[in-house]
């Protein structure tokens, strides 16, 4: 069974940074490609990024350039790093996990991010 467990969420204001993890609690890291999704109010979920075993990742066009993925093997963690954050980046924030060979995916519940002064 894939437990994914969030954190770091919270109330920042805008032009704050933020990051976010996600403890994956897999037999083999290395099987699974990690992500981020969000949603917000009234939204469906969009993804944000996108990290492979080897460390590529994929950005949605929104997050190019605010948003930073990374992964740690050892600790079987992915982090969202957020710098210059916007009203438009509150949501809820989905860690996401793909097993490469089964497709099978997964779903944290979430952590909240309210931009607001």
């Known amino acids: 069974q894939v437990q994914l467990a969030e954190s770091g969420g919270g109330l920042v204001q805008p032009g704050g940074s933020l990051q976010l993890s996600c403890e994956a609690y897999v037999s083999t890291f290395s099987l699974y490609v990690m992500g981020w999704y969000r949603q917000a109010p009234g939204e469906q979920h969009e993804l944000v990024a996108r990290?492979?075993?080897?460390?590529?990742?994929n950005y949605a066009d929104f997050a190019k350039g605010r948003f930073t993925i990374s992964r740690d093997h050892a600790k079987r963690m992915i982090y969202l790093q957020i710098k210059s954050l916007k009203p438009e980046d509150t949501a809820v924030y989905y860690c996401?996990?793909?097993?490469?060979?089964?497709?099978?995916?997964?779903w944290g519940q979430g952590t909240q991010v309210t931009v607001s002064s």
């Open positions: 990290i492979t075993d080897g460390g590529g990742a």
């Open positions: 996401h996990a793909q097993n490469i060979r089964t497709t099978t995916t997964y």
